[in-house]
């Protein structure tokens, strides 16, 4: 990240007074055998008004997923970020007024934790234009370092199917456009997961012939979703993680044994306990929601949602 040259009082000034507009979409990471690795952007989004003030404190609102529940002070998850990116950039955090209007779902496993690390990251990004620059590994970098993973923070800012790895110099990626022939589907329960009690629940060793399997489906998972969308069923075969976590959410891993007898691609999305459908035909996704409806002891809300292609935005807006 390279720096400007005004001082700090003279940073905090010039900012104050700016306003953007950020938009982040929800993502599904693992993919099925991807672990840790794989991520997809979602056409599903937060969307959030954010101008830094000269006032004593920050003013928060939020309206829609998170109304009433999320906290409205510096603890905020967006607010958070955007601090840890002034930090980065040798500039104070000046008081902000937030308005978000939020649709991901929270505790769902479509990254809505790491859609509003990357909503503070981009905002702030925003906000210090001109005085600090940030490459797109920066970006990724100062996300990643909130999140603990790149795998979901990665598509939320860059869109389409990404590929995270972790190298010494800090995380990278790349970005791949999905073929048009996907047509996701995410199944949403009305209950939560804890991301971090399904990962309590993976062993810290697995069979060499289990983590052959998978590294032979996460390569062919890639060539599906670029190329060859016939293959996703047998790509989204996973040994490494999703049947460790199957007792944590038993209707999950049933409805995906199901959807998956059925021939439908189906894999817990993220952390779950939501289940990301990846079919290749916008008619297979009917056919996934009425085996839902017909089978499911609870109600699953259907999304059937476009891949994002763009990921996060930052717009600023003039006075």
């Not at 993680?241 to 199957?246: E, K």
């Amino acid at each position: 990240m390279n720096q400007a040259a005004p001082g700090l009082d003279e940073g905090v000034s010039a900012v104050v007074g700016r306003r953007v507009h950020v938009k982040v979409p929800a993502t599904s990471a693992n993919l099925g055998p991807g672990f840790d690795t794989l991520g997809l952007a979602l056409a599903q989004y937060d969307e959030l008004d954010i101008e830094a003030t000269d006032a004593a404190t920050h003013d928060i609102s939020v309206h829609g997923v998170g109304e009433g529940e999320v906290p409205l002070d510096a603890s905020h998850l967006v607010v958070r970020a955007m601090a840890h990116t002034f930090a980065h950039a040798g500039v104070p955090m000046p008081s902000i007024r937030l308005v978000a209007h939020n649709s991901i779902p929270h505790g769902r496993g479509l990254g809505s934790s790491g859609a509003a690390i990357v909503a503070g990251v981009i905002a702030a990004s925003g906000l210090l234009e001109g005085i600090a620059r940030f490459s797109a590994d920066d970006l990724l970098e100062l996300a990643t370092e909130l999140e603990g993973h790149p795998d979901n923070v990665a598509p939320a800012l860059f869109g389409g199917l990404t590929i995270a790895w972790v190298t010494p110099d800090g995380p990278r990626h790349k970005k791949l456009i999905v073929h048009r022939g996907v047509s996701p589907l995410v199944l949403v329960p009305e209950h939560e997961m804890s991301t971090a009690l399904a990962r309590s629940l993976q062993p810290e060793s697995v069979p060499h012939e289990d983590a052959v399997f998978n590294v032979s489906r996460s390569a062919l998972l890639v060539a599906a979703l670029i190329q060859s969308p016939e293959l996703l069923l047998q790509a989204t075969e996973d040994k490494l993680h999703q049947h460790y976590r199957a007792q944590a959410m038993p209707e999950t891993d049933r409805l995906i044994r199901a959807l998956r007898a059925a021939g439908h691609p189906a894999v817990v999305s993220g952390a779950g306990p939501s289940i990301l459908v990846l079919s290749s035909d916008p008619s297979e996704r009917a056919e996934a929601i009425r085996l839902v409806e017909e089978s499911a002891e609870t109600v699953w809300q259907p999304l059937p949602l476009a891949v994002d292609f763009l990921g996060a935005t930052v717009t600023q807006i003039d006075g």
